[in-house]
């Protein structure tokens, strides 16, 4: 039997598109988008969550499984800490005694966690089709033509590029490169406090790829006015802005963006507090300027969890991020009144690629001796954007956001 082909051949694929549809064909460019290997356990399989916990044991302390906040019930039950991003970064790199680290996230995580990890440690992704879209909304060949334009326009000595964990391994590494820092959306803040201090007052910041966290901290955080923004369009000659404009502006901010989080608008926001008696309203500073800006608290996945569990019984909670946790949060406090922001389910699609069958294709795999998803950067692109990963990991705790 012949192998299914790429629905797009990758030779004649267009640059800057590195998807196939999720799960179909097979491209050997890339990592995402990529069928199986092996035999998947069928979804109906009544024994997974038994043959899930059997391979857990018999792997022992060779494995570690991270989980991050996003991921399905059926997998966060396997996983030894849970977390944000920021967090399952430093969890990952404090187990080097474990052989393997399986990753229940999304591909950019599981970069990260292999470029901090030791380099005997090996990295699984359960599904290689759990990509981010935001991610790949960032390209390093882009990113490089939007650095040479700076260049051109004599202003690249002064920018500092800061870089969202939610972006590739080379994008990290540009970064890294280039004198920039990674951050994540529980330390945005001091990421970019950090970034302006680099060049005094002449300092720009080139921030990717998701112009909404970048435009929230820069103006609710750090006191920018939003004329002090600009986006970067990497589809559009110079990215559809003048020489004027870039010289005028504090920060660049990447035309990127997640679409989960894009879901919640402002008439999201007026909607629930109609429906909703005293609701307060937390969420992702993922959503837009427009919805943040109406909520009542904004901060990372780790933030609303913790402010979650801290509310008092009885207090009503309307959350602007992905389902699964928010359902979790609402499973787990059924003396709080637990609401999703939107009316429509809204999921993160690759986040919910990682399920119960592919967690135990996984792990019985690595008891038979087979190492399957492995995630490896290569060197050169390790080393620089561990860089820009220690820069994160050395910045001072920034305030918990509210
Ligand atoms: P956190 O850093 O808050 O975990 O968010 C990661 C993410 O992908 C949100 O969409
Ligand atoms: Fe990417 Fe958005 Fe999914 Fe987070 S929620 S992994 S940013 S697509």
């Not at 977390?83 to 999304?106: Q, W």
Request: hydrophobic letters at 45%.
């Amino acid at each position: 039997m012949t192998a299914t082909p790429p629905l797009i051949a990758p030779a004649t694929r267009p640059a800057g598109l590195p998807l196939l549809v999720l799960g179909r064909g097979s491209d050997p460019a890339s990592e995402r988008g990529v069928d199986c290997p092996g035999s998947l356990p069928a979804a109906s399989d009544p024994d997974l969550v038994a043959r899930a916990t059997a391979a857990k044991a018999a792997l022992g302390e060779r494995v570690f499984v991270l989980g991050h906040h996003y991921q399905r019930d059926e997998v966060i039950q396997f996983a030894d800490v849970t977390g944000d991003s920021f967090k399952l970064a430093r969890d990952a790199a404090g187990r080097p005694e474990a052989e393997y680290i399986v990753f229940c996230g999304v591909h950019f995580m599981a970069e990260s966690a292999d470029i901090l990890t030791a380099a005997h440690q090996k990295v699984v992704l359960p599904d290689l089709a759990a990509g981010c879209s935001m991610a790949d909304m960032a390209r390093l060949a882009q990113v490089e033509d939007a650095w040479d334009a700076l260049t051109d326009a004599g202003l690249a000595d002064a920018v500092v590029p800061v870089t969202y964990m939610n972006s590739s391994a080379d994008i990290k590494a540009f970064c890294g490169r280039h004198g920039g820092a990674v951050c994540t959306s529980s330390n945005a803040e001091v990421a970019l406090e950090w970034a302006f201090s680099q060049h005094g007052a002449d300092t720009k910041v080139l921030f990717l790829p998701d112009q909404h966290l970048g435009r929230n901290t820069a103006v609710r955080q750090l006191g920018l006015s939003l004329d002090d923004c600009v986006v970067w369009n990497p589809l559009r000659p110079h990215g559809g802005l003048t020489p004027e404009q870039l010289q005028a502006a504090r920060i660049i901010l990447w035309k990127g963006h997640c679409s989960v989080h894009g879901r919640f608008t402002p008439e999201c926001v007026d909607d629930v507090r109609a429906r909703v008696p005293d609701v307060r309203v937390v969420v992702h500073p993922e959503c837009t300027y427009d919805v943040v800006t109406k909520a009542d608290l904004v901060g990372s996945t780790e933030f609303i969890i913790k402010t979650i569990d801290a509310a008092p019984a009885g207090s009503s909670w309307a959350v602007g991020t992905e389902l699964n946790l928010v359902q979790r949060l609402a499973t787990r406090h059924p003396d709080k009144n637990i609401v999703f922001l939107d009316k429509t389910v809204c999921y993160c699609s690759t986040m919910n690629r990682i399920d119960l069958p592919h967690l135990v294709w996984a792990l019985e795999s690595l008891v038979a001796g087979h190492e399957v998803n492995v995630i490896e950067v290569d060197s050169d692109t390790e080393a620089w954007a561990k860089v820009a990963l220690q820069r994160m990991l050395e910045l001072p705790a920034g305030p918990a956001r509210g």
